[in-house]
């Protein structure tokens, strides 16, 4: 199986998304599920090629825009692992990485 | 001996080499698998140097403004951008400037492990700024070597616990839990924001009971609203000066046409610029994080400010409107009582005004987060005009700080050197 890669989005690529990517790596320790993880801007986030793309619920409208592959999750608090967690889990058992 | 040397001066001279050495030193700390050695230091070292092309294609890009300006309005116009001259201060500071954000790094968590202010300052490219103001203000009031990196870093390692305190009340007001802090170095602005709003603003009528149209969303994409205000600020003044100044850039090419192009390439550099940041941190910022994280118990992680724009989102586009205001007001304002043209800079202007307009929200409701807002906008312009003195040479490519307690530092620091020289 393709190893699952997530990707966190916020509007300049640096701080929060990567406070975001280091929440949700310890929400998957959690869980057990192994994944790539990175972050970026918003501009670059319609480009690559996540299986999922995490991002604050300020960005719906931006990604509402695009048509995207990814499964996109809209977070109301950027690190809030138990958030990550519960929105994150259905995809995950939907991808058939967590059973 | 000459073995020595060559490791000291020739290796370990190179920041590029030195940040990369110390992004594995951290990697080998937390006892990762040799694969991810070798992949995070190669990261680390590519990063510095995209960090140091994007700074290339600023002070190109800059250099033309420059040119345009002086010959269209005959004055300086200096564009704030905190990221843009970290960059070209990278170019010969490098080293000390790493050193320093090292040694901030151990003074934060010392601080955190003994004191009551348990605060871990994980804001990576602002820990970058504040090192790179203390190099910079600290190498330029005349110190050298070891003095310049202990005292600048114990300087940016208090200012990481300082902050973060200063703002937790009103941070507290926002979230309703004490979870997370705020470690942003614009801290000064917001709370200057937060008491003017106080003053002015009537807290029961809040930013997130109106309405605002869906079309201003496109301006959190931070890329394409920093290119909505650059372009108009390339083209007045090509327009103002003429096609024979901007001849002898544009080879053939029409001088409006080279215009647009330029400043379009500003944004690219400080594309490029932060990209090698985040490649840069990558490896870092995780394992400060594991190492304060295990030496600190009840540890609160200060993380950047848009993690708070959940809480707030139209206090968000209010504030970076209104501290857009204040800038441009404040642009046309100072150079009358002889300071230089501050162009606004739109990556504080959005991060820095959204965040103060988060906060003047909380205390002051909507009329204090505009009233906050332009006052705001005023003092971040004011600000970099009164610093630019002080930075000597780095002042010359027309790009200069910003973020409030960058700026602050700066001031403090080198108007403290001087008196002593």
């Not at chain 1, 998957?28 to 690559?48: E, P, R």
């Not at chain 2, 989102?313 to 504030?319: C, D, R, T, W, Y």
Request: glycine share 10%; with cysteine.
């Amino acid at each position: 199986m393709k190893k699952l890669s997530i990707l966190a989005v916020c509007g300049a690529g640096l701080g929060s998304s990567f406070a975001c990517e280091m929440s949700i790596e310890a929400a998957l320790k959690d869980l057990g599920v192994d994944a790539d993880l990175s972050h970026c801007d918003i501009s670059s986030a319609t480009s690559t090629r996540a299986d999922i793309i995490v991002t604050g619920e300020n960005f719906r409208s931006q990604f509402q825009h695009y048509t995207i592959k990814a499964t996109v999750v809209y977070l109301k608090r950027l690190v809030d692992k138990t958030e990550i967690k519960t929105k994150l889990t259905p995809i995950l058992q939907e991808l058939g990485y967590l059973a | 001996m000459s073995f020595l040397h060559f490791i000291v001066n020739d290796v370990l001279g190179q920041a590029s080499i030195l940040i990369a050495l110390i992004a594995m030193i951290g990697l080998f700390a937390q006892k990762k698998s040799t694969g991810q050695v070798i992949t995070g230091t190669f990261k680390t070292l590519l990063g510095f140097l995209v960090l140091l092309a994007g700074a290339n294609i600023i002070v190109n890009a800059l250099n033309f403004l420059g040119e345009v300006f002086q010959k269209g309005f005959n004055m300086r116009g200096v564009v704030t951008d905190v990221g843009s001259i970290a960059g070209i201060a990278q170019q010969t500071l490098g080293r000390e400037t790493a050193l320093i954000m090292v040694l901030a790094f151990i003074v934060n968590i010392l601080i955190a492990r003994f004191t009551r202010y348990k605060y871990i300052f994980l804001t990576g490219q602002a820990s970058l700024w504040m090192a790179t103001v203390c190099s910079v203000i600290g190498y330029m009031g005349g110190l050298r070597g070891t003095e310049l990196i202990v005292i600048g870093g114990v300087i940016a390692g208090m200012m990481a616990v300082c902050m973060p305190a200063l703002a937790q009340p009103i941070v507290r007001k926002i979230t309703g839990s004490d979870d997370i802090a705020l470690g942003h170095f614009c801290t000064i602005g917001y709370i200057i924001q937060a008491g003017v709003a106080k003053l002015t603003g009537d807290v029961s009528k809040s930013t997130e009971d109106l309405e605002l149209p869906q079309s201003l969303s496109f301006l959190q994409d931070t890329y394409l609203s920093m290119m909505v205000v650059m372009i108009p600020i390339y083209l007045i003044p090509t327009v103002v000066a003429g096609p024979d100044v901007v001849a002898a850039y544009s080879k053939g090419v029409n001088y409006l046409v080279f215009s647009f192009l330029q400043s379009v390439q500003f944004v690219v550099g400080v594309y490029v610029l932060l990209a090698g940041v985040r490649l840069l941190l990558a490896e870092i910022v995780p394992a400060f994080r594991g190492i304060a994280l295990r030496i600190v118990p009840n540890a609160v992680p200060a993380l950047d400010c848009p993690v708070l724009f959940p809480y707030a989102p139209n206090a968000v586009i209010i504030g970076f409107i209104s501290t857009t205001v204040g800038s441009v007001l404040g642009m046309f304002l100072f150079p009358w009582v002889g300071l230089a043209m501050i162009l606004p800079g739109m990556l504080t202007n959005f991060f820095a005004g959204g965040t103060a307009g988060i906060f003047s929200n909380a205390v002051g409701g909507r009329r204090g987060a505009i009233i906050g807002g332009v006052f705001h906008g005023l003092l971040i312009t004011l600000l970099p005009a009164l610093l630019l003195p002080l930075l000597g040479q780095y002042g010359f490519a027309n790009v200069t700080f910003s973020d409030s307690d960058v700026i602050s530092v700066g001031l403090v620091f080198g108007h403290i050197l001087n008196f002593f020289h």
